[in-house]
């Protein structure tokens, strides 16, 4: 029984000593994910834009710019010069009577409202697709549980609690969670939300000892170096 202890001791003195990948390592797995994520989401949404899956995104964009150019120039905020609008007023007044014009024309208003929610559903759908790709797909099919820029730097995913590599449905709460937070990031910043997410997660992963982000928190998983893997 001490014998079986002192095996078990070791083992978590093993993983723990070796459990903190360099930060550059992490840096650079996370960060060659986003990037990829990111080039992958703007090719997947322009392809997207250019189906007739996004027609009445299309007719709400196209409508949307016919009215905002017949009142920018009823107010005098731009001008047709060679069947192009042109902007010839940048005065702080004219922009404001632009603006008033806009914030009472209700079918301008109504057409915005539903160009922002198509926008929404198109940039979700993208970035669900890219996800399911590169954190679900990906990390499934490799021994390793580990994304594109994971396997680049020699890192893995582990559960310490259990002393194994995550179960095929820990890896799907991971993209879930992942996956929502992006998603309803959209709502507020776009596409800036490639932006922030790097940063929070680097915030997380300085201020804890763990190095742990919000989705290995909740799903008791850790990013090991593969090595320490090796010598469990």
């Not at 017949?70 to 603006?99: C, F, H, P, Q, S």
């Not at 790709?133 to 499934?140: H, S």
């Amino acid at each position: 029984m001490e014998n079986i202890k002192e095996d078990k001791k070791n083992i978590d003195l093993n993983l723990e000593s070796n459990s903190k990948p360099y930060l550059l390592k992490r840096l650079i797995s996370d960060g060659f994910d986003i990037v990829l994520m990111f080039l992958l989401f703007v090719l997947v949404r322009g392809i997207a834009l250019n189906t007739s899956l996004t027609k009445n995104y299309q007719t709400y964009y196209e409508k949307e710019q016919i009215i905002l150019e017949n009142w920018m120039i009823e107010v005098g905020y731009a001008e047709i010069i060679d069947g192009k609008i042109v902007i010839n007023n940048r005065e702080v007044e004219a922009r404001l009577a632009l603006n008033e014009k806009l914030n009472n024309d209700e079918e301008y208003l109504n057409n915005h409202f539903n160009l922002l929610v198509h926008k929404f559903f198109i940039t979700a759908l993208c970035i669900l697709t890219v996800g399911f790709v590169l954190f679900l797909i990906v990390p499934l099919t490799n021994k390793r549980r580990a994304t594109i820029g994971m396997m680049l730097t020699g890192l893995t995913l582990f559960m310490p609690s259990r002393m194994m590599l995550p179960k095929w449905y820990i890896v799907l709460y991971r993209y879930l969670i992942m996956m929502l937070a992006w998603v309803f990031g959209t709502l507020w910043l776009d596409s800036y939300v490639f932006l922030l997410m790097p940063v929070l997660n680097l915030i997380m992963i300085l201020i804890n000892k763990n190095q742990k982000t919000i989705k290995d928190l909740i799903t008791y998983t850790m990013i090991i170096e593969s090595k320490s893997l090796d010598s469990i």
